[in-house]
């Protein structure tokens, strides 16, 4: 894919920032570490192949490293507590949470990962009716 201007925002503003790169993957993770830092079914997170710059907030930006995880680590705002995004170290990339984006990132989550540690209730995009808003 070709490379990209993305940007996007925490929950209250305070936090801005903009990641160029290309696009490499997107998934819908059902992981147990997932479901607990966003208290949902799942993560929406997109792989990026670039680099993230802090536009606004960047001293209110919070990590939390899971002791035993290789890797994972939440990162978030510490006024509002909305995710946002971190470079992952080494590795050349930055993983979004999709949710967090202000634009359409061209590319549409592949793949439902970890479905084996998935919450019984989660969604599986396939069988429950779909509504714009809230349903009356
Ligand atoms: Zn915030
Ligand atoms: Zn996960």
């Known amino acids: 894919m070709e490379a990209k201007t993305l940007t996007g925002a925490c929950l209250c503003g305070s936090v801005r920032y903009t990641v160029q790169g290309d696009p490499q993957r997107a998934y819908h993770c059902h992981c147990d570490r ?3 830092a966003t208290g949902t079914g799942h993560a929406s ?3 990026v192949a670039g680099t993230l710059t802090w536009n606004t907030g960047e001293a209110l930006v919070r990590q939390f490293k899971v002791p035993e995880a290789q890797r994972f680590t939440n990162t978030f705002c510490s006024e509002c507590g909305g ?3 971190r470079s992952v170290a080494g590795s050349g990339t930055v993983m979004i949470p ?3 984006l202000n634009d359409d990132p061209g590319i549409e ?3 439902r990962i970890f479905l084996g540690s ?3 209730w989660s ?3 396939q069988v429950l009716p779909g ?3 809230r349903p009356g």
Do not use: H, T
Request: proline fraction near 8%.
């Open 34 to 36: 997932c479901r607990k």
């Open 45 to 47: 997170n997109l792989v």
């Open 83 to 85: 995710r946002v995004p």
């Open 98 to 100: 999709m949710g967090s």
């Open 109 to 111: 989550p592949q793949a």
């Open 118 to 120: 998935g919450a019984a």
């Open 123 to 125: 969604c599986n995009g």
């Open 131 to 133: 509504f714009d808003e």
